[in-house]
């Protein structure tokens, strides 16, 4: 499967932004799908995960309640909805896939095989 992330900005703190991942060449209701962030000089961290169906979706404590994370499946889209975004949310914002990987591995990067090319968020102070 192929992964295009896009919707990512410059915003002012306090700001929303809402970002997209469109996924091409297999069946999307088959895959768990994630968001990552990667920010200068750091390790790439889970932001939040939806399972197939969209019906349950996990969340890395430092966003939660303010991200929302949901999917088309008719469109093959997940979007991140994010609110109240702070200058610590800057980053590149990856969607990633993967048919397998287990409710217990669904916040570790290295259980998601399909990755996209990340879309850059800068929160300004």
């Known amino acids: 499967v192929q992964l295009q992330a896009s919707g990512g900005g410059l915003v002012q703190a306090g700001g929303s932004l809402r970002l997209s991942c469109a996924a091409s060449?297999?069946?999307?209701?088959?895959?768990?799908m994630a968001w990552f962030r990667q920010a200068p000089g750091k390790e790439r961290e889970f932001v939040a995960a939806i399972r197939y169906s969209g019906g349950s979706s996990y969340y890395a404590d430092s966003v939660k309640g303010r991200f929302t994370m949901s999917r088309d499946n008719v469109k093959s889209t997940v979007y991140l909805q994010m609110n109240v975004l702070k200058p610590e949310d800057t980053a590149v914002y990856y969607c990633a896939a993967d048919r397998g990987v287990i409710l217990s591995e669904i916040r570790n990067k290295d259980a998601y095989d399909y990755w996209g090319q990340g879309t850059l968020v800068t929160v300004s102070s």
């Open positions: 060449g297999g069946t999307f209701s088959n895959y768990k």
